[in-house]
């Protein structure tokens, strides 16, 4: 059997199992620290929104798959396959809540590392570790002087996760690094505007969307289009 198809079938079976714990995941997310006291919970809600265990698991599965189809049986999955629920949870509770918990970020940040060392070990190489390492300083550091500039144009949480986001993706390479964090303001900038022009409303281009979820997007269109896109536009 082909390994690439292999590979996409593990990526499917992983994840989705794994996607079914979504909502067990948001509720154990303490609630803002900033919240008051008589405010109603952020986070239980969403955990509790009917059919989430199973579109989490769909989406879950969608997602694996794709990454082990687009990889194959490769090292890297030991840290890529963990990631994707918790990217699904991530992105739903951005998605409903505008926020992005911390206390899920860096948690996720350095359990990735540890994988990803891991990974490098038995791959034999140490230069996609650094990468990493380099990958994900760079794109905080980026997204934090855009937070900085204009505060109002994203929230730190997206700050946090670019931190993960950019050592996932630079463990597989600067192609993949560089096409998924501009993909994700790619799709976010024509979502703006397709939404504007569907509500014929200019109005619509000042409304806050989430963030977080189209970085998510975008790492995974790094993860499977990384590579091809990037030496296409090299090439061509």
């Known amino acids: 059997m082909n390994t690439d198809v292999v590979a996409a079938a593990l990526g499917a079976v992983v994840c989705g199992v794994a996607g079914l714990g979504v909502p067990a995941l948001i509720s154990r997310i303490p609630e803002p620290a900033s919240a008051a006291p008589d405010d109603p919970p952020r986070y239980t809600p969403v955990a509790a929104r009917p059919g989430l265990a199973w579109r989490a698991a769909l989406v879950s599965a969608a997602a694996g798959g794709l990454v082990g189809a687009s990889l194959g049986l490769v090292w890297p ?34 359990a990735t590392a540890l994988l990803a060392v891991v990974a490098a070990l038995l791959d034999g190489d140490g230069d996609a570790l650094v990468r990493a390492a380099v990958g994900g ?55 703006g505007v397709a939404r504007a022009l569907v509500r014929r409303d200019r109005g619509a281009l000042r409304t806050p969307l989430p963030f977080g979820p189209f970085l998510l997007v975008g790492a995974l269109g790094g993860v499977t289009l990384g590579d091809p896109v990037w030496s296409h536009l090299v090439g061509g």
């Open 137 to 191: 300083l760079v794109v905080f550091v980026c997204f934090h002087a855009l937070w900085w500039v204009y505060p109002g144009g994203m929230g730190y949480g997206d700050v946090r996760l670019s931190a993960l986001v950019g050592f996932a993706l630079g463990y597989l390479g600067w192609a993949e690094l560089v096409v998924g964090v501009y993909g994700a303001f790619l799709v976010f900038a024509l979502l």
């Open 77 to 110: 999955l030991l840290y890529l396959l963990p990631l994707v629920p918790v990217a699904v949870a991530l992105g739903v509770v951005d998605l409903h809540t505008h926020l992005l918990p911390t206390r899920v970020i860096w948690p996720t940040l350095g």
